[in-house]
């Protein structure tokens, strides 16, 4: 067997080297070069896509999932959705698919940082520069909501920024990780226990009473990367984890005036509005939220409220479950090449 074969010679055998067990093989077409970040559910490799000479983002999911076959159906749908976005601000999904029973997303590569990076190299950013971020970034989710997603997960380390075309445009943001396992696995139970889907710190209300979900999720999590932005900590800080959700559902969001010198009132206004406890009282729209923040900012009056629609024409993006395919046959076990990726979660 050729060195980089997709099939194992010996697919019993544990592989060494730890976490980057897999440098150097080939996966579904994918020549994995190194390992670029990780989190409770997926790692991501960079790796060289053989057949298009390209490099690309290839992050693979845990054995485990894939052996729920509701989850594996909900991959296959959303991942085809999030391919189907073409958006300048939204990291393009090349390819899903599943081998050996293991899933996989290829995406574009994009080098530079993300935001968490920035954040913790340079400090906190002026307003100016906050605003053109959060700006792309909100741009990318209302794409997203215009095809029934909801990201779940906003949060520095899921904003990806390159270098910008010139001085009037640094930098160019992409939004990456839109939540395609994480729709999947609250709507299969399939999370563990004390864990619920999304980033303690950037996390809305409403996710954490387990309520349905629509855009306004987004808008919640898209104003504390806004207020970390220009604080340089979340809007709750608390000492233990309950005590942090406790906070975002029922204590009232800080000022940002009280962090920041200097700052328009109007700002501060339009903040606690995105932050709202309840959607109802939250912006429709993250453009919306950051033109109104940008308008502020300005030292200009936030912009006049919308008259009462006679219902809320938010887009619910949980599909019924009675809507998918049937069931697969079970996929075969993980493949041994699997099992040091995730030591903690494989059989």
Same mark, same amino acid.
């Given at each position: 067997?050729?060195?980089?074969?997709?099939?194992?010679?010996?697919?019993?055998?544990?592989?060494?080297?730890?976490?980057?067990?897999?440098?150097?093989?080939?996966?579904?077409?994918?020549?994995?070069?190194?390992?670029?970040? *990780?989190?409770?559910?997926?790692?991501?490799?960079?790796?060289?896509?053989?057949?298009?000479?390209?490099?690309?983002?290839?992050?693979?999911?845990?054995?485990?999932?894939?052996?729920?076959?509701?989850?594996?159906? *909900?991959?296959?749908?959303?991942?085809?959705?999030?391919?189907?976005?073409?958006?300048?601000?939204?990291?393009?999904?090349?390819?899903?698919?599943?081998?050996?029973?293991?899933?996989?997303?290829?995406?574009?590569?994009?080098?530079?940082?993300?935001?968490?990076?920035?954040?913790?190299?340079?400090?906190?950013?002026?307003?100016?520069?906050?605003?053109?971020?959060?700006?792309?970034?909100?741009?990318?989710?209302?794409?997203?909501?215009?095809h029934d997603l909801v990201h779940r997960d906003?949060?520095?380390?899921?904003?990806?920024?390159?270098?910008?075309?010139?001085?009037?445009?640094?930098?160019?943001?992409?939004?990456?990780?839109?939540?395609?396992?994480?729709?999947?696995?609250?709507?299969?139970?399939?999370?563990?226990?004390?864990?619920?889907?999304?980033?303690?710190?950037?996390?809305?209300?409403?996710?954490?009473?387990?309520?349905?979900?629509?855009?306004?999720?987004?808008?919640?999590?898209?104003?504390?990367?806004?207020?970390?932005?220009?604080?340089?900590? @979340?809007?709750?800080?608390?000492?233990?984890?309950?005590?942090?959700?406790?906070?975002?559902?029922?204590?009232?969001? @800080?000022?940002?005036?009280?962090?920041?010198?200097?700052?328009?009132?109007?700002?501060?206004?339009?903040?606690?509005?995105?932050?709202?406890?309840?959607?109802?009282?939250?912006?429709?729209?993250?453009?919306?939220?950051?033109?109104?923040?940008?308008?502020?900012? *300005?030292?200009?009056? @936030?912009?006049?409220?919308?008259?009462?629609?006679?219902?809320?024409?938010?887009?619910?993006?949980?599909?019924?479950?009675?809507?998918?395919?049937?069931?697969?046959?079970?996929?075969?076990?993980?493949?041994?090449?699997?099992?040091?990726?995730?030591?903690?979660?494989?059989?």
């Amino acid at each position: 067997m050729a060195a980089g074969d997709d099939r194992l010679a010996h697919p019993d055998a544990t592989l060494g080297g730890g976490p980057s067990g897999l440098i150097g093989r080939r996966i579904a077409g994918y020549q994995v070069e190194s390992e670029i970040g *990780r989190g409770g559910m997926a790692v991501v490799y960079r790796a060289t896509d053989l057949r298009l000479d390209r490099t690309v983002a290839l992050k693979l999911l845990a054995p485990e999932l894939a052996r729920n076959d509701t989850f594996r159906q *909900r991959f296959a749908h959303e991942s085809r959705v999030a391919a189907a976005i073409d958006h300048p601000h939204i990291v393009p999904v090349f390819e899903a698919g599943e081998v050996e029973g293991v899933l996989y997303i290829a995406m574009r590569y994009v080098p530079g940082q993300d935001l968490r990076a920035l954040l913790d190299r340079g400090g906190p950013l002026e307003l100016p520069a906050a605003c053109r971020i959060a700006g792309q970034v909100a741009s990318a989710l209302d794409a997203a909501h215009a095809h029934d997603l909801v990201h779940r997960d906003v949060k520095p380390g899921n904003i990806l920024v390159a270098e910008g075309t010139d001085s009037d445009h640094p930098e160019h943001v992409y939004l990456t990780d839109f939540g395609l396992t994480k729709k999947s696995l609250s709507l299969t139970g399939y999370t563990r226990v004390g864990q619920f889907v999304g980033t303690l710190d950037y996390v809305a209300p409403e996710q954490i009473s387990g309520k349905p979900v629509d855009g306004r999720c987004d808008v919640y999590s898209l104003a504390c990367v806004v207020f970390e932005t220009l604080v340089g900590h @979340p809007p709750f800080r608390r000492d233990d984890d309950m005590a942090l959700l406790w906070a975002h559902q029922y204590d009232p969001p @800080p000022k940002l005036s009280d962090h920041v010198p200097d700052v328009v009132p109007g700002v501060d206004e339009v903040l606690v509005k995105a932050l709202a406890k309840s959607p109802d009282d939250r912006y429709d729209g993250c453009l919306e939220f950051v033109t109104a923040l940008r308008l502020a900012g *300005r030292g200009g009056p @936030p912009p006049p409220p919308e008259p009462e629609p006679t219902g809320h024409a938010s887009t619910q993006v949980d599909m019924r479950l009675d809507d998918l395919p049937p069931e697969p046959p079970p996929p075969p076990t993980p493949p041994a090449w699997a099992r040091p990726v995730f030591p903690e979660l494989s059989p």
